[in-house]
């Protein structure tokens, strides 16, 4: 029987960034759905139910806090795990996003793709 | 000594140097105001005397005039210091909104290179990996120095530490020697690690620390000559744990010592070793270690070596070893 690939919603307005893990990620046998605003994130989430969210926070349309808001309290999708993917650093962001139910919260700027790729098979073991 | 009290003197080098014009500078202002208020109170006293005896109440009426004069020369001085940390606020939102915004391309530019080099594209010819690993180092750089630029801004507004919790300086030493290894071994540098006692937790902030730890051994690599050693050694005391740097490089001569933690700081013999550097970590790591309640200094001698060393308190439950 072949396994059903996994499915990882990524939610970021950089179109290089989403290329790069979109790449990787599917190489590695996901299938990645690539939206790049905060509306377009919800309706696809809805619609796809993806195993796991890679949500930016800084987005056009509505912003990843608004995002992740909504998805968390609506019941269809509040138990995918979310992690945030951003450059915003700061204790009171991280904080806030944990508080609204993010997994993980990584600062782009310190991590390598393979390490980025290392905490998505974590989230999705 | 005589030279500060020249310098702290020079009102108008004080003044150019900060980039504001004479009647918004406050030590200027500061010091007419002070000569206006000598004047006042001495010519007052002598036009009360020689003028005025048979009518005090000019004479008040001079010196409430006078009063006037330098209250206004004083609320022109607060309003300069507004001026003047308004500006600098502006500097600090300049920094950290141009920081963060770099900071997303950069990623991208990261990113890319890994996807590239992992293969996941296609195979690519030794030259070509050689220049995406070079193209990679200048891209680690670049991010680095938008990542110092944040820490300066965190410092200046005292939020360098995100978090305070007990945390093993020996394994993010280890951490580090690991990571920085291939670096040690391009440079002909060997790495040394000591830490023979049990070392107990202290209190910090473990990516800050490893941003201290991280500068100390990379600058021991960097100013080291090449075949030299560059020994880490851990060690405790009742209160403290204390973590040494000790190389055989090009040291510090004793003029520049003084200028170690400055911003921007570069030594002249350091850069003639390496032209690459913000002059930015050390004062960073001090802002780091001091933050969490400890010290980072140094001892140093010119083409013999340096040996670089902090000290933290130990976390307050004594049982927690690492």
């Given at each position: 029987m072949v396994e059903k690939k996994k499915k990882i919603l990524f939610i970021e307005d950089e179109a290089t960034l989403q290329k790069a893990i979109g790449t990787f990620l599917e190489a590695e046998g996901y299938e990645i759905i690539s939206v790049l605003d905060g509306e377009a994130g919800i309706a696809r989430a809805n619609k796809d139910m993806p195993d796991l969210i890679l949500l930016d926070?800084?987005?056009?349309?509505?912003?990843g806090f608004e995002v992740l808001a909504e998805l968390k309290t609506n019941e269809a999708t509040k138990k995918i795990p979310v992690i945030v993917l951003t450059n915003l650093e700061g204790i009171g962001y991280v904080d806030r996003a944990i508080e609204l139910g993010a997994t993980t919260y990584l600062v782009k700027a310190n991590y390598t793709l393979e390490e980025v790729i290392q905490k998505v098979k974590e989230a999705l073991a | 000594m005589l030279k500060w009290i020249s310098g702290e003197l020079n009102i108008f080098n004080q003044c150019k140097a900060n980039r504001i014009s004479i009647w918004q500078c406050p030590p200027f202002l500061f010091v007419i105001m002070g000569f206006i208020n000598i004047s006042a109170v001495l010519s007052s006293y002598i036009a009360a005397n020689k003028f005025f005896v048979d009518d005090p109440m000019i004479a008040a009426l001079i010196a409430l005039l006078i009063s006037l004069i330098t209250f206004i020369i004083g609320y022109a001085v607060v309003k300069s210091f507004d001026e003047m940390a308004e500006i600098s606020q502006m500097k600090s939102e300049f920094v950290s909104i141009a920081s963060h915004q770099l900071r997303t391309p950069l990623s991208a530019i990261r990113w890319t290179i890994d996807l590239i080099l992992s293969g996941k594209l296609g195979p690519q010819t030794e030259e070509q990996k050689n220049i995406l690993i070079n193209l990679q180092e200048s891209n680690e750089r670049m991010i680095n120095l938008v990542n110092n630029l944040l820490d300066i801004n965190r410092i200046e507004s005292g939020r360098i530490i995100l978090k305070v919790e007990p945390v093993s300086i020996v394994e993010i030493t280890k951490k580090t020697i690991t990571e920085l290894s291939n670096f040690a071994l391009a440079n002909n540098i060997g790495l040394e690690f000591e830490n023979n006692a049990e070392i107990p937790f202290i209190q910090g902030d473990p990516e800050r620390l490893k941003i201290v730890i991280q500068n100390l051994i990379d600058n021991a690599i960097k100013f080291s000559r090449s075949g030299g050693q560059a020994k880490i050694k851990i060690t405790k005391d009742k209160k403290n744990v204390m973590m040494t740097v000790t190389d055989q490089g090009i040291g510090i001569s004793k003029t520049e010592q003084s200028r170690?933690?400055?911003?921007f700081f570069r030594a002249k013999a350091a850069l003639r070793q390496?032209?690459?550097?913000?002059?930015?970590g050390l004062y960073i790591s001090r802002a780091i270690i001091e933050s969490l309640g400890g010290k980072l200094g140094f001892q140093s001698e010119e083409n013999k070596g340096s040996i670089f060393w902090f000290k933290l308190p130990i976390y307050p439950p004594k049982f927690l070893k690492s």
């Open positions: 926070l800084i987005l056009p349309k509505k912003d | 170690m933690f400055q911003k390496q032209t690459v550097g913000s002059g930015l």
